[in-house]
């Protein structure tokens, strides 16, 4: 694996910019002692090397994307004044930057009045959201989707609020009408809508809770925090689109920059269409807001330090790929669907594999045909260990029978739940892999299938 270095010595060029901002100060004295950091930062060297591939296009195994070379550069610049995004007075370019690359993205998602933030991550983006929602609709449920992100539920724990799942369909969508049937009780203040869920990258049909929402009056509240770049895929089939096409109708949405926008860990984002929800966040502090008069982000966020680094990076690369249609950025999440594509493709041609539903973005789910669901959960765990060998990383995902039961597969349901294979084809290079990825699926399930009927004879 080829690690990108050549950026660094552009680092250097920028920092020598950087120290020029600063030369009216008296000098003081940062010499450091190389030879005391050489053996320590080497050893660092050494224990990371105990990490699965993630920036291969071999790793296609859990939502790991590499940052952009210019996110990271950013990031790393920006460490040499390590600002705070709390207060103006530890941040003030780096939370202008957040401010207008947080504009961008809601502007990507049609919005431009709207009051947001960046955040550690998506959890704490969602956070913040059902906290809001909890404070609008008082005494009221929270419901989502059996398949949404399990922090859903976590999190109406902490804020003392009644979560409830609603059941999904066979393509692991949020099912309209057991929605209807729970709406009618009339305690819902807020639905989660995902797009993009965790597991099978499934879209909830979110025209159709759209309807629902203007007959019983819930707030909306969008997890896209995985999915929600694809808004600017040209390759989405037409379901997803008008999903995506709605979600300027919501209340409120959270996205991952961390995910597919291309940034280091951490880096969520919360954004409220209705400006006016910051009062409800409305709070004094006698010691950080006082240099400015101007909006301090602490004052609409929960958390209170915050590193001014990720909105550096975050501005960095929208800077160099706008968040566009037709643009560079957009081309990469058309590749990655476009990959996710081929590869079912492969799968569905394929007498060793069921594929229960085509890929809605990226991500791609698959059991091993066999004579029971018992049998086929054991049979990939044999080949998500085998492939591993092979440096062909996948991922593992336990998944109800409901989503297979449509498929004509005569499985024997022994258990109510199967072990699937699990891939999520998020870098572009996965287009460009796909026949090496297929070559080495295929290598090692011919082994793992052969030690079987072995075993059995």
């Known amino acids: 694996m080829t690690l990108e270095k050549e950026g660094l010595g552009l680092l250097q060029e920028a920092l020598a910019r950087l120290e020029e901002g600063f030369d009216s100060l008296p000098k003081f004295d940062r010499s450091i002692n190389i030879d005391a950091l050489r053996p320590v930062l080497l050893e660092v060297a050494d224990r990371m090397q105990d990490n699965y591939p993630y920036p291969h296009p071999l790793y296609v195994g859990q939502m ?131 797009l993009g869920t965790t597991a099978t990258g499934s879209v909830d049909p979110l025209p159709e809770i759209l309807k629902l929402q203007a007959e019983y009056g819930f707030r909306l509240h969008a997890d896209t925090a995985y999915g929600g770049y694809f808004i600017l895929a040209d390759n989405l089939d037409a379901e997803a689109r008008k999903a995506y096409d709605c979600l300027k109708k919501v209340d409120s949405i959270v996205v991952d920059p961390h995910k597919h926008g291309l940034q280091p860990y951490g880096c969520g984002c919360i954004i409220f269409k209705d400006p006016t929800v910051g009062k409800i966040y409305k709070h004094d502090s006698p010691f950080t807001y006082f240099s400015s008069e101007k909006l301090h982000l602490g004052e609409i966020s929960f958390e209170c330090s915050r590193p001014g680094s990720s909105a550096v990076a975050l501005w960095a690369t929208q800077r ?22 081929t590869f079912f493709d492969k799968l569905q041609n394929d007498s060793r594999f ?104």
Request: charged share 20%; aromatic share 6%.
């Open 320 to 341: 160099l790929l706008p968040l566009i249609p037709g643009g560079e950025f957009a081309g990469y999440l058309s590749k990655s669907r476009k990959a996710a594509l």
């Open 64 to 194: 790991l994307k590499p940052p952009t070379e210019i996110a990271r550069l950013a990031y790393m610049l920006s460490l040499w004044i390590n600002p705070n995004n709390h207060a103006l007075d530890g941040g003030r370019a780096s939370s202008a930057m957040e401010k207008e690359a947080v504009a961008e993205i809601a502007k990507m998602f049609g919005w431009g009045t709207h009051l947001g933030h960046l955040t550690s991550g998506g959890t704490m983006a969602n956070l913040e959201g059902l906290w809001v929602a909890g404070n609008l609709q008082p005494n009221k449920k929270v419901v989502g989707s059996n398949q949404a992100h399990y922090a859903h539920a976590r999190i109406c724990g902490m804020l003392r609020i009644p979560f409830q799942s609603v059941p999904c369909d066979s393509r692991a969508r949020m099912d309209v009408t057991a929605l209807k049937k729970m709406l009618q009780e009339g305690d819902i203040g807020t639905v989660i809508v995902t």
């Open 354 to 457: 069921v594929v229960a539903f085509p890929p809605e973005l990226d991500i791609v789910i698959w059991v091993v045909k066999s004579q029971s669901a018992s049998e086929s959960s054991q049979l990939a765990q044999e080949i998500f260990k085998a492939a591993e060998k092979e440096n062909l990383h996948l991922a593992l995902a336990n998944l109800p029978k409901k989503l297979f039961l449509q498929t004509g597969e005569g499985i024997n349901w022994d258990q109510e739940s199967i072990t699937c294979l699990r891939s999520c084809l998020m870098k572009p290079e996965h287009l460009d892999w796909i026949d090496s990825i297929w070559q080495k699926l295929d290598l090692v399930t011919t082994q793992v299938l052969s030690m079987a009927v072995a075993r059995a004879s």
